[in-house]
T-cell receptor, first 109, second 115 residues
Framework: GQNIDQPTEMTATEGAIVQINCTYQTSGFNGLFWYQQHAGEAPTFLSYNVLDGLEEKGRFSSFLSRSKGYSYLLLKELQMKDSASYLC??????????WGAGTKLIIKP | GAGVSQSPRYKVTKRGQDVALRCDPISGHVSLYWYRQALGQGPEFLTYFNYEAQQDKSGLPNDRFSAERPEGSISTLTIQRTEQRDSAMYRC?????????????FGPGTRLTVL
């Protein structure tokens, strides 16, 4: 079966750094996406990785290791507005997006 | 439009009734996706279109669910003879091209409640 695992919930402090991990087992791999979803709102695109390594985009970075079936999303200089769920999604060999359940990130002052 | 829009935003219906959910993608976006999202879960793929052609409907739960996009723009997801287990947030997303890895932009969703 196909499986995406990420922690259910994480807590971090404003101004700090947090790393949200995602491990996956899918039938084929055509890239990994990270989306941010605020409560009651639509998911919004953050990043896409298809090659191994780190992609940096401002305060957010995403890392991929295909051999380990592993990715992480790194958020720096946390702000209160970063409180949201972060969804990891993998595109499988059929080009379907397989989604994790999301990690709820709580930022405390 | 500026973003993906969906209507209605909320729909309450009685078991056994049919419902039609509408999605209006970003203007010019070729691909359109339907998902279902339960509270605290990630989206679950239902079906997708390139232009007016339905490319993959493997995620539709059963034959009560159908979708169409007759002119390659607006799409309708229809659920016949609704059941309580159909209650969920139904989300639509669109992407610019037919490339499978193109960024998908999500609409606000339709919250369906079946009584």
């Amino acid at each position: 079966g196909q499986n995406i695992d990420q922690p259910t919930e994480m807590t971090a402090t404003e101004g700090a750094i947090v790393q949200i991990n995602c491990t996956y087992q899918t039938s084929g791999f055509n890239g990994l996406f990270w989306y941010q979803q605020h409560a009651g709102e639509a998911p919004t695109f953050l990043s896409y990785n298809v090659l191994d390594g780190l992609e940096e985009k401002g305060r957010f970075s995403s890392f991929l290791s295909r051999s380990k079936g592993y990715s992480y999303l790194l958020l720096k200089e946390l702000q209160m507005k970063d409180s949201a769920s972060y969804l990891c999604a993998v595109m499988d060999s059929n080009y379907q997006l397989i989604w994790g359940a999301g990690t709820k990130l709580i930022i405390k002052p | 439009g500026a973003g993906v829009s969906q209507s209605p935003r909320y729909k309450v219906t009685k078991r056994g009734q049919d419902v039609a959910l509408r999605c209006d993608p970003i203007s010019g976006h070729v691909s359109l996706y339907w998902y279902r999202q339960a509270l605290g879960q990630g989206p679950e793929f239902l079906t997708y279109f390139n232009y007016e052609a339905q490319q993959d409907k493997s995620g539709l739960p059963n034959d009560r669910f159908s979708a169409e996009r007759p002119e390659g723009s607006i799409s309708t997801l229809t659920i016949q003879r609704t059941e309580q287990r159909d209650s969920a947030m139904y989300r639509c997303a669109s992407s610019l091209g037919t490339g499978h890895t193109d960024t998908q932009y999500f609409g606000p969703g339709t919250r369906l409640t079946v009584l």
